[in-house]
């Protein structure tokens, strides 16, 4: 069984104290969904410019380089 990091209620608290607003029933598991698609193409991005610069691996450097493209991509 897989282990949760946060209850459900305490995601909610802690968007609705961030945002000032109320949260819906499923906010929450949409925030993750969201979260897992920006981590997704971020990962896309960086193997596309580490293979660009010819190394075999995705390093921290390389993933640093593309998060602030990815980031824009995904600002509402």
Do not use: W
Request: aromatic fraction near 6%; charged fraction near 30%; hydrophobic fraction near 35%.
């Amino acid at each position: 069984m897989a282990q949760k990091l946060y209850p459900r209620g305490t995601v909610k608290r802690i968007v609705k104290a961030h945002s000032n607003r109320n949260v819906s029933k499923n906010a929450d598991i949409l925030i993750f969904l969201d979260y897992m698609l920006f981590m997704q193409e971020l990962m896309r991005e960086a193997s596309i410019k580490s293979r660009k610069s010819g190394e075999k691996n995705i390093s921290a450097n390389t993933v640093r380089k593309v998060t602030e493209k990815t980031l824009r991509k995904f600002q509402g």
